[in-house]
């Protein structure tokens, strides 16, 4: 790809970073020289919103449409805000943008394929395709013709948005989506931590410190790997060596990826896509949690305005976040400093007793629980309101909660959360009890951890995770006592919310019909904590950086031991990154589709490897619209992931059954129906063949080397409804003539 289209993309971003972070210095004033952090996800989430309601009409005239507001928002804010020396002092921000767009850039060029053998890539290139293909929305679904995507696109569908914007084919738009979302998490993680930190006079250390946790730290597997493994070698060989993928399996048989795998792997999943959104909702909720009592019209703009729509616009883009976001939303209502009675609820004040035998006094007695839950409730359906083009048209059955049978090893989970741990645990307990010094505390942790990993070793997750909890709560409950003195900050409130997730999906989880248990509960719902728990430890260490009020450490001879308990930190948590940048760039083809030349065209490797193939795919890419095509289906052999549906996952051109995850998107009923179906098309009689080809509408037929494996010989010649349009020693590519169909 040449070096101008890669920076053409960029200035696109940066154009649009620039006019997101000045708007935002409006509503997130609060957070200071850190608002402008957030100006890409602000951007995007304005031209995507936009975008998303005009684009079922035309997709072209939302997107011009998004950037008009973007563009009156812009002039609105810097008409009504003294915004220069604040916008000049929030500038480092978009340079850390550009260091992260190459740093990933730089990576992905040495593994740019879109390969399905490693992952879900297919899925995510064709969601991808799919909308840069569209005219209108919904795009129509690659793997299940004539039907919309049952699926939360909204992610791929603003990663096409910018793909428009900056004239790229979705073969480098793969790639620099990848880079561009992995740079606006890692600067909202910058903004976000530093803003929280700022309150503790930590700023600048708390942000380095978000940059640190967010993007490039890992859980603590590669170091214990590392230090139980024989000695061979140097300290810098043993590093070399460690392998990418163990660290993202850690629990077993579930998934534990963090952003450096999850960007580097290179699915550009929904989770991912979605990150920059969550934590831009965070930071409006943390706009609200500084803001005095005073200023009512301000937070109820951000609870009922700014929230709802930025949490549906994350619903759209992954609706596994929705629910969390709204947990956010109930415990930063609950813990601000100003009550969410003022929010308009001034009913509920009193409503319930204060004094006497009433049994809920301190929690219900002043009207925060039942106004924070009324509130969250209403943000709940302007969210879904907002949302709402997505919601009429998503199909998902077959959902049910379930409870979980199997438990995640404690070991495990200390493993995954353990430099978190580390960091928050002795930081909520000296809180917890100030007079106790944070040895003891320590002391009092690691033995009753001990204890109840021997005597209730199937529950010793959930209760080591559920006393977290409870600390946290009392911690942040005791901050809010008027003669508090505020130890603990919003920093609380975001460990609360990721102790309270790592018990729920250890008793529940959300079962699908996939049939693969709380795989994806526990996937789609760690890719959450890591990012509350890498915020509120980023805070705790700025603090002890910057020597605020944080967690004191005992000294040898007066010596300050809390930079060496960073470094280590760091060390343990870093060593996995290093490794990685090593594996991916030593030039090895395992286990990743590494290259012979880096570069960033995601269909490079299909090229060289399926030449024929992709000869076919490329002319069947240059036909104009969504003609329907029939091809394989993605199942009955092979593993999950293999070479298979590539025509449609790869041009966008919606095939009549695709892979076997439409059995998770839609009634699985339908989809084994249309596998039946198009098992009839390749393989039944002529006039059974016509019936189906008229009932799909099919426009081609892809007759190539799987079709050949699954079905045999091609009975397509010699039929008077086709004709071949295209054919290699691989590939016969037939056009289907709808008027002659006879059945």
């Not at 850039?105 to 992952?119: E, M, Q, T």
């Not at 900056?166 to 989506?177: G, I, K, M, V, W």
């Not at 990418?244 to 952003?259: C, D, H, K, L, N």
Request: glycine letters at 10%; aromatic letters at 12%; hydrophobic letters at 50%.
């Amino acid at each position: 790809m040449p070096l101008d289209a890669v920076v053409g993309w960029l200035v696109v971003c940066l154009v649009l970073g620039l006019a997101g972070g000045l708007m935002a210095l409006g509503p997130l004033a609060s957070l200071g020289r850190y608002a402008p952090a957030f100006g890409l996800p602000a951007a995007l989430f304005v031209v995507g919103s936009v975008a998303l309601w005009i684009g079922h009409r035309s997709i072209t005239a939302g997107l011009v449409a998004g950037l008009a507001v973007l563009g009156l928002a812009t002039v609105v804010t810097a008409r009504r805000t003294d915004w220069r020396d604040r916008f000049r002092a929030g500038l480092a921000a978009y340079g850390l943008f550009v260091l992260a767009f190459c740093f990933m850039l730089a990576l992905r060029a040495f593994d740019p394929a879109v390969d399905p053998a490693s992952g879900e890539k297919f899925l995510d290139f064709g969601l991808l395709r799919a909308h840069l293909r569209a005219t209108a929305l919904p795009a129509e679904d690659t793997w299940f013709a004539g039907e919309p995507f049952s699926y939360y696109y909204g992610g791929q569908f603003t990663a096409s948005l910018l793909a428009r914007l900056a004239d790229t084919p979705a073969r480098f738009a793969y790639n620099l989506s990848l880079a561009t979302f992995y740079a606006s998490l890692v600067t909202a993680a910058y903004g976000l931590a530093g803003a929280i930190g700022r309150r503790w006079d930590a700023g600048h250390a708390a942000a380095l410190a978000g940059v640190f946790f967010v993007g490039f730290a890992s859980n603590l597997s590669p170091v214990v790997r590392l230090l139980s493994s024989p000695v061979d070698g140097s300290p810098a060989a043993a590093v070399a060596g460690l392998d990418y993928w163990p660290a993202s399996r850690v629990v077993p048989g579930m998934i534990t990826e963090f952003p450096l795998f999850a960007y580097l792997n290179g699915d550009v999943h929904a989770h991912m896509l979605a990150a920059p959104f969550s934590l831009l909702t965070v930071a409006c909720l943390y706009a609200y949690f500084g803001t005095p009592d005073e200023r009512r019209r301000y937070r109820q703009g951000v609870v009922f305005g700014l929230v709802p729509s930025i949490a549906g616009f994350v619903t759209v883009a992954h609706a596994w976040s929705f629910p969390i976001l709204l947990g956010i939303v109930w415990l930063t209502l609950y813990f601000a400093p100003a009550s969410p009675v003022s929010l308009g609820f001034d009913r509920f004040r009193g409503s319930i007793p204060t004094s006497g035998d009433a049994p809920v006094v301190g929690f219900l007695g002043d009207g925060r629980a039942l106004a924070a839950t009324v509130a969250t409730g209403i943000v709940a359906l302007l969210a879904v309101g907002w949302s709402l083009p997505f919601w009429s048209v998503s199909a998902t059955t077959g959902l049910s909660i379930a409870v979980v049978t199997t438990r995640s090893p404690l070991g495990s989970l200390l493993l995954v959360h353990g430099p978190f741990l580390a960091v928050l645990v002795p930081y909520l307990l000296v809180r917890l009890t100030p007079e106790t010094g944070v040895r003891t505390s320590a002391g009092i942790v690691v033995a009753a951890v001990a204890m109840v990993n021997y005597l209730l070793s199937g529950f010793a997750g959930v209760v080591v995770f559920a006393i977290l909890v409870l600390v946290a709560w009392f911690v942040l409950q005791r901050a809010r006592r008027p003669d508090a003195d505020a130890a603990v900050g919003y920093e609380g409130v975001l460990a609360l919310a990721g102790f309270g997730l790592v018990v729920l999906v250890e008793l529940v989880y959300l079962n699908e019909p996939t049939r693969i248990g709380r795989v994806n509960t526990f996937f789609k719902t760690y890719a959450e904590v890591w990012l509350l728990f890498g915020i509120a430890a980023a805070v705790v260490v700025g603090r002890v950086l910057a020597d605020g009020d944080g967690v004191s450490l005992p000294g040898i001879g007066g010596f300050d031991l809390r930079p060496v308990a960073v470094a280590l930190l760091v060390l343990s948590t870093g060593i996995y990154g290093v490794a990685a940048v090593i594996e991916w760039t030593d030039g090895d083809d395992e286990p990743h589709n590494s290259v012979d030349n880096p570069t960033l065209d995601a269909l490079s490797f299909a090229r060289d490897r399926y030449p024929e193939r992709m000869a076919a795919i490329s002319w069947l890419d240059e036909r104009s619209g969504t003609p329907t095509l029939l091809s394989a289906p993605g199942s009955g052999i092979g593993p999950d992931y293999y070479w298979v549906n590539a025509p449609s996952s790869l041009t966008g051109v919606p095939t009549v059954a695709g892979w076997a995850h439409e059995v998770g998107f839609r009634d699985p009923d339908a989809y084994w129906r249309r596998v039946e179906d198009v098992g009839v098309v390749f393989d039944g009689s002529r006039s059974d063949r016509h019936r189906l080809l008229d009932r799909y509408g099919v426009r081609y037929v892809y007759y190539g080397p799987e079709e050949r494996t699954r079905y045999g010989t091609d009975r397509f010649d010699g039929d008077p409804a086709t004709e071949p349009v295209f054919e290699n020693d691989a590939v016969t590519i037939y056009r289907v003539n709808q008027s002659t169909l006879r059945y």
